[in-house]
């Protein structure tokens, strides 16, 4: 029976006779990790996914190394950006924060205690995050759960609610579903 390192090695003296470098240059792989990181890949997720060292991650970013072994960036080009691992759609998770912001709830407060923390909140509010670690979102959905009928301390909340045009929870049929508009709500007049 062949051992792991003796395929290996057999492997790479059959691609050097064929010519193959065993190594790739990382400038498609520095590409593809920013692409992942948008998408909302952490780095330490790109390397636990593909089943590389963070170490690797951190020398292809900061140029420490102009090639990577073959089968290294084989691994890191497979991820997908939509295969975030353990992230969902922020939408209903915003629109929890901003039902509970309706009711007097404050938004810094409902995000700490879904362990969303500063500019994580703030950059949610703001649109601008599009998924979200799945604990978070659970989190947010619990507080949500516990306080989406009782009214909140702060009449700054509800004015913040009211000015960003924020909609109470039963405004929303499915407030997850990402194309779903709200409902019965009467239009400010000018």
């Excluded at 492997?11 to 193959?20: F, S």
């Amino acid at each position: 029976m062949t051992s792991y390192l003796g395929r290996r090695e057999k492997a790479a003296r059959l691609r050097r006779a064929r010519g193959v470098s065993g190594f790739v240059p990382v400038a498609r792989i520095i590409s593809h990790i920013g692409v992942l990181n948008t998408a909302g890949w952490t780095n330490g997720e790109i390397a636990e996914t593909a089943g590389v060292d963070r170490r690797t991650i951190h020398n292809i970013l900061h140029g420490y190394v102009t090639n990577t072994h073959r089968p290294t960036a084989a691994a890191i080009l497979r991820l997908r950006p939509e295969d975030v691992p353990n992230r969902v759609p922020a939408i209903g998770t915003m629109r929890r924060i901003q039902a509970l912001a309706v009711m007097g709830w404050p938004i810094s407060h409902i995000g700490e205690l879904a362990g969303i923390r500063g500019t994580q909140v703030n950059e949610l509010m703001a649109g601008r995050r599009k998924r979200i670690p799945r604990a978070q979102a659970e989190a947010a959905e619990r507080v949500f759960r516990d306080r989406w009928m009782r009214s909140g301390p702060s009449a700054q909340a509800r004015t913040v609610a009211a000015r960003n045009g924020w909609v109470p929870a039963l405004a929303w049929d499915d407030i997850d579903n990402p194309n779903e508009q709200p409902h019965g709500i009467r239009k400010a007049s000018a």
